[in-house]
Every structure is written in C-alpha cells, then in structure tokens.
C-alpha cells in the first residue's frame, strides 16, 4: 500500500494510536535499503519510476497545512509517525526534517509524540543517531539475530551486520523501542530455538525500554508466509517479560 502524499492520515494504528503519517520518499515509489518479504508496500522492484523525495521545506509546507486543517477540525493526534514507503533515514534532510517536525508538534499539538519507525540500518551516523534521539520513539527494527537469517527476511541491499546493528544501538543506553517482526515460513521459523535464543539474547544485551513483537497484518510479497497468533507471541517472549521487559504485543 503507497502512500501517495508527504503527510497522510492521521490513520489508526494497531501500535500508536491515532497516527499521522510522514513519508519521506516519492510519493509515487518505494526507496528503501532492505526489501522485507512481508512488507505491505511490496517489492523494491515493483515500486514506480517516481524517484523526487521531499526536501526539510516541502516536509514543513505539507505537515504545517495538515496540522492546521487537524487543529481547525478538532482531530486527534496521538502519533506522528515517520513510516512511508520504505527507510526514513535515507532523505538526506533526515536530521532537519526531524527539527521542523519537533518545532511544529510543539506548537500545533504538544501533547503528540514523535515517532519514527526505522531499520537501524542508518544509526552508526551521527545526524541519523543525534535527531532519533530527539524524538519521542525511536522505533529500531532487528528481525533476526543472524546475518543469514536477516538475508531470508530482510533482504538488505545494504552492507549488514547484525552486531555492527547491536554496536550502534548500544549508543541509546536503551532509550529506544525495539520492534521485530515474528513470522514463519518453508524456511524459517522465528519461534524456533536458534531463532527466538538469538534474538533474546540481543534483548538482554540491548535492554530497550519497550519492544514490540508483532506478525503479518496484510498482504506480504512474498507468498506462503504463515502469522502468529497474539498468544503463541505471548508464549514465546514469557522469558523475557518474566525478567521485567516491558514488551508490547500485536497481532
């Protein structure tokens, strides 16, 4: 599903509530350094020939009229959330960007939060690590625990290493949301004990203040993969909840 403006919504979300949607990337096209198999915006490869991304100015033109039509029609905002189609952190206006949004929510609605949903694969910089950790929810996706593993889900087009990713998020001291996806599927299980050992122990050298398990909700590229139900999830993560983590689950 494209999102086919710079701002959109505000939409319910299953995790931030009412959500309105920041997409920095074409409006007509997909940009993004990993080609996950379940993402709901489809394949890289399918994305059309629109390449133009906003510049910090076209963001601050299109948040400041949407905030102003919200205000003027009394419509909530929980969230506004960096999403779009594909990795945020790719605009290269990424830190500015984030500046003019702080500013904005500040004045139109003080009591959102900030959200931005990333692949992490972008923090080892220091604008992408100095303006996520400006706002509200830095929400850091780790799917697998093993570079192999990330290859089957992710498929990064990018160099990836998943203790350079763990390196990088040391750097939060755990004021950060970590948010991964569970799935299965001919190849893969991620509530196998390879997978699910792996990942926990990255949890524990990590210790985020919040972690979002959650599973497919729409169409997925990819066919044939298999969700999992809000209470195998809850099963699964038990451990680590039994250890004080504080672990949001959605199915």
Same mark, same amino acid.
């Given at each position: 599903?494209?999102? @086919? @403006?710079?701002?959109?919504?505000?939409?319910?979300?299953?995790?931030?509530?009412?959500?309105?949607? %920041?997409?920095?990337?074409?409006?007509?096209?997909?940009?993004?350094?990993?080609?996950?198999?379940?993402?709901?915006?489809?394949?890289?490869? +399918?994305?059309?020939?629109?390449?133009?991304?906003?510049?910090?100015?076209?963001?601050?033109?299109?948040? @400041?009229?949407?905030?102003?039509?919200?205000?003027?029609?009394?419509?909530? %905002?929980?969230?506004?959330?960096?999403?779009?189609?594909?990795?945020?952190?790719?605009?290269?206006?990424?830190?500015?960007? %984030?500046?003019?949004?702080?500013?904005?929510?500040?004045?139109?609605?003080?009591?959102?939060?900030?959200?931005?949903?990333?692949?992490?694969?972008?923090?080892?910089?220091?604008?992408?690590?100095?303006?996520?950790?400006?706002?509200?929810?830095?929400?850091?996706?780790?799917?697998?625990?093993?570079?192999?593993?990330?290859?089957? %889900?992710?498929?990064?087009?990018?160099?990836?290493?998943?203790?350079?990713?763990?390196?990088?998020?040391?750097?939060? +001291?755990?004021?950060?949301?970590?948010?991964?996806?569970?799935?299965?599927?001919?190849?893969? +299980?991620?509530?196998?004990?390879?997978?699910?050992?792996?990942?926990? +122990?990255?949890?524990?050298?990590?210790?985020?203040?919040?972690?979002?398990?959650?599973?497919?909700?729409?169409?997925?590229?990819?066919?044939?993969?298999?969700?999992?139900?809000?209470?195998?999830?809850?099963?699964?993560?038990?451990?680590?909840?039994?250890?004080?983590?504080?672990?949001?689950?959605?199915?």
């Amino acid at each position: 599903m494209m999102r @086919e @403006e710079t701002v959109f919504g505000p939409i319910k979300s299953r995790r931030l509530g009412s959500s309105l949607g %920041i997409n920095l990337l074409p409006q007509r096209g997909k940009i993004c350094n990993f080609d996950c198999i379940y993402c709901e915006c489809g394949w890289n490869k +399918d994305g059309r020939d629109d390449k133009v991304i906003p510049t910090a100015e076209d963001l601050r033109r299109a948040l @400041e009229s949407k905030l102003k039509e919200c205000v003027d029609t009394a419509t909530p %905002i929980d969230s506004i959330t960096f999403s779009g189609d594909g990795e945020p952190t790719l605009n290269p206006d990424f830190a500015e960007i %984030i500046d003019i949004t702080l500013e904005l929510r500040d004045r139109y609605y003080p009591n959102a939060v900030v959200s931005v949903l990333s692949n992490a694969t972008r923090v080892g910089r220091d604008d992408v690590f100095n303006a996520l950790r400006k706002v509200d929810n830095p929400i850091l996706k780790i799917d697998a625990p093993t570079e192999e593993l990330a290859e089957k %889900i992710n498929r990064p087009a990018c160099d990836y290493w998943v203790k350079q990713i763990v390196e990088d998020l040391r750097r939060f +001291d755990g004021d950060f949301v970590l948010q991964t996806m569970f799935l299965k599927s001919e190849d893969f +299980d991620s509530s196998s004990p390879e997978v699910l050992n792996g990942w926990m +122990d990255i949890v524990r050298d990590l210790r985020p203040r919040e972690i979002m398990v959650y599973t497919i909700d729409r169409e997925t590229p990819q066919k044939g993969l298999q969700k999992f139900t809000v209470e195998q999830m809850r099963q699964l993560v038990q451990p680590l909840v039994d250890e004080g983590f504080n672990i949001q689950i959605r199915g």
